[in-house]
């Protein structure tokens, strides 16, 4: 069975490539073996081996192994470990390797020779996000007998927009695929991707890239609501020349990675989405720069945050992790202290003189010790600041009256201590039910997405609304009010 082109692939696609395989410099020992891929797994199969040790049984790990496909295309393969080796007798010597990404298109030789002049990556649903309208259908009908006499399908040119990110050096633009395929007599099939491309003011190595590329699209998932997937990943390198023609276009590679299994949503919408293209186009060139510059500051905020659609987790940890965002952020952002940091920095000296004279010394040291962080928030004056700063309106979409919020509150924190510590004592707001703590955590999701919106400039009654009116979060929010007000 003749093997397949993985630049004709996508991170959604499983197939087989079949090749020789090399170490870089050592292109005498090249291996006959198949490459896997699928969003679960990459591994490679080996008839032979690659190491310099006969017997190595998962000790070797390489930084590159390069290939050579039977469809002609360079592979540079990225962290291969060894999984498996083994010797039969009779028989020969297999390896399996586990691989962690690769590139197509080319053989680099160290991970420092992997730069690029730019990237471009299909997230999904970043066409039905933006909304545009590009195709104009005009049909044609028998006046007399009303049936189909013709059809035209013509395409919309529309300004795509283009900016630049100061704090990254960079452009970010919209960019789009066009797929055309038909049978005459048959069908016609006519796609068109949308796509976003970072273009940077000098070529930048895969870990520059892949950090920008995941800023990019956790940005899209804040306004989506949803986890989104890579579809495609092409970074450009060096021009090339090619005969009769006066623009030299760069070359092309193809990036994979294993991205875990996909939830993908059917028949997704552009109203589907908390926010669109539409309500923020004035402001992206804001948002964008925003969202770059604060991600020194709020990237750990942003990991929790968006890492939590893409993880099934028990709905205790959830509930844990969905509420150390907010605790993180308010850490980041806030002062965070009771007393003035001097003033409690001489109070604290005078207790512990006192405690030195008074106590013996283990206990003395004991409450020393508390005392040290005994002038930071505690969580429920840490939430109570977040939601206090919200407008009434907001609190009111997003909880429900002052009494409400002050309730939640204390739920948030007694449940949040019983499931660290196992202690119920005195907690009378605990949630026990899986589903009171699920709407809890649809709640705090809902209000860190306001912040985070926040943080890039956007109008916070906008926002409110646009989230308590999502599909994503409406009936979620109405519920909540039922089961925890």
Not at 242 to 266: A, C
Request: proline residues 2%; charged residues 25%.
């Amino acid at each position: 069975m003749a093997g397949v082109s993985a630049m004709k692939h996508t991170m959604f696609d499983e197939f087989k490539v079949k090749g020789f395989w090399w170490i870089p410099g050592k292109s005498d020992n090249k291996q006959a073996g198949i490459l896997f891929f699928s969003e679960r797994e990459i591994h490679l199969e080996l008839i032979g081996s690659l190491s310099d040790d006969f017997f190595a049984e998962g000790k070797n790990e390489y930084d590159i192994v390069h290939g050579f496909s039977d469809k002609g295309e360079q592979f540079t393969l990225l962290n291969v470990f060894v999984k498996d080796s083994r010797t039969n007798a009779p028989g020969f010597q297999t390896q399996t390797f586990s691989i962690q990404s690769f590139i197509v298109g080319g053989l680099f030789n160290s991970l420092d020779e992997i730069q690029f002049h730019s990237l471009s990556f299909q997230p999904t649903y970043l066409t039905e996000w933006l909304g545009r309208h590009v195709f104009l259908d005009t049909s044609t009908f028998d006046k007399e007998t009303s049936t189909l006499r013709s059809k035209q399908v013509t395409f919309n040119h529309v300004d795509t927009f283009s900016y630049y990110i100061d704090i990254i050096n960079a452009k970010i633009e919209e960019t789009y695929f066009m797929n055309f395929k038909t049978n005459p007599s048959e069908q016609v099939l006519w796609t068109k991707k949308s796509g976003l491309k970072i273009v940077p003011n000098e070529n930048k190595d895969l870990s520059w890239f892949q950090t920008n590329m995941y800023l990019l699209k956790d940005l899209l998932s804040l306004f989506i609501g949803h986890a989104t997937y890579f579809e495609s990943i092409i970074f450009y390198g060096e021009e090339e020349t090619v005969e009769h023609i006066d623009i030299k276009p760069r070359k092309k590679y193809m990036y994979f990675f294993r991205q875990k299994t996909s939830k993908l949503k059917g028949n997704f919408h552009w109203h589907d989405v908390v926010v669109n293209f539409n309500d923020i186009s004035k402001d992206l060139n804001l948002i964008f720069n925003s969202w770059f510059e604060k991600q020194e500051v709020l990237g750990v905020v942003y990991d929790l945050h968006f890492g939590e659609f893409y993880k099934d987790l028990y709905i205790e940890t959830t509930f844990l992790n969905t509420i150390q965002v907010l605790e993180i952020y308010h850490r980041k952002l806030y002062d965070g202290k009771v007393y003035d940091k001097t003033e409690y920095r001489e109070l604290t000296r005078e207790l512990k003189v006192i405690l030195g004279e008074r106590f013996p010394e283990s206990f003395a040291k004991l409450i020393g010790d508390k005392v040290n962080y005994g002038n930071e928030f505690s969580l429920a004056m840490r939430v109570k600041e977040i939601i206090s700063n919200f407008q009434e309106t907001s609190r009111s979409l997003l909880i429900g009256t002052e009494e409400e919020n002050n309730t939640f509150i204390r739920q948030l924190v007694d449940t949040r201590n019983y499931l660290t510590h196992y202690d119920s004592d005195k907690k009378k707001h605990i949630l026990h039910e899986p589903m009171q703590k699920y709407y809890a955590i649809q709640r705090l999701r809902a209000i860190a997405t306001l912040l985070l919106f926040l943080e890039v400039g956007l109008d916070e009654e906008l926002m409110a609304d646009k989230i308590s009116r999502s599909k994503q979060y409406s009936i979620n929010l109405a519920k909540a009010k039922q089961i925890l007000n």
